[in-house]
T-cell receptor
Framework: DGGITQSPKYLFRKEGQNVTLSCEQN?????MYWYRQDPGQGLRLIYY???????QKGDIAEGYSVSREKKESFPLTVTSAQKNPTAFYLC??????????????????FGPGTRLTVL | AQTVTQSQPEMSVQEAETVTLSCTYD???????LFWYKQPPSRQMILVIR??????QNATENRFSVNFQKAAKSFSLKISDSQLGDAAMYFC????????FGKGTRLHILP
């Protein structure tokens, strides 16, 4: 049963603490993404990774960090430097991010999301 | 894509009727892709339909179809025979060198 899983579904954090959100996929996709969704907003890209051991900043990377040690896994750490971390976080993957010189034809498939609340 | 605009924050449609959600976008690229995603109350993002910009024919998936007007940079979604399960947030997205999402349209289905 292929898909993308995110855990936990709900996460609570005290101010000043780092917290890591998990994202795992068994679709054999090369590319993985992290998005943040706020009420009344669309999705905003935090980080993305095209291949193992490589990742790029998205539009709102400040206060976040990622790693891509395995193809299947792309964890996101929300650090204490993130000023307003309460949000819904979505992970996605696609077969590839695109060949050089052109956009990918690949559709992004999303996990169920993690709701992070800072207390 | 530089911007994606969904001008209708909320819409309502009677069950079994047809509704059209609008989307306009801006990109300087000639090769790009357009998507409509559905986000039901579970908050899982589900791909509804995809359109390649180089294709003139409008994409169709069962009750969902698009009206792609490349010159006008318009990409509307038509839902025919609306069902209660269609109630959700709908996001339009444009992908050239990166993907940009609109702010969404919340669709209510009236029984």
């Amino acid at each position: 049963d292929g898909g993308i899983t995110q855990s936990p579904k709900y996460l609570f954090r005290k101010e000043g603490q780092n917290v890591t959100l998990s994202c795992e996929q068994n679709l054999n996709h090369d590319a993985m993404y992290w998005y943040r969704q706020d009420p009344g907003q669309g999705l905003r890209l935090i980080y993305y990774s095209q291949i193992v051991n490589d990742f790029q900043k998205g539009d709102i990377a400040e206060g976040y960090s990622v790693s891509r040690e395995k193809k299947e896994s792309f964890p996101l750490t929300v650090t204490s430097a993130q000023k307003n971390p309460t949000a819904f976080y979505l992970c996605a993957s696609s077969i590839s991010i695109g060949l050089s010189g052109g956009p990918s034809t690949d559709t992004q498939y999303f996990g169920p999301g993690t709701r992070l609340t800072v207390l | 894509a530089q911007t994606v605009t969904q001008s209708q924050p909320e819409m309502s449609v009677q069950e079994a009727e047809t509704v059209t959600l609008s989307c306009t976008y801006d990109t300087s690229e000639s090769d790009y892709y357009l998507f409509w995603y559905k986000q039901p109350p579970s908050r899982q993002m589900i791909l509804v339909i995809r359109q390649e910009a180089y294709k003139q024919q409008n994409a169709t998936e069962n009750r969902f179809s698009v009206n792609f007007q490349k010159a006008a940079k318009s990409f509307s979604l038509k839902i025919s025979d609306s069902q209660l399960g269609d109630a959700a947030m709908y996001f339009c997205a444009c992908r050239d060198d990166k993907i940009i999402f609109g702010k969404g349209t919340r669709l209510h289905i009236l029984p």
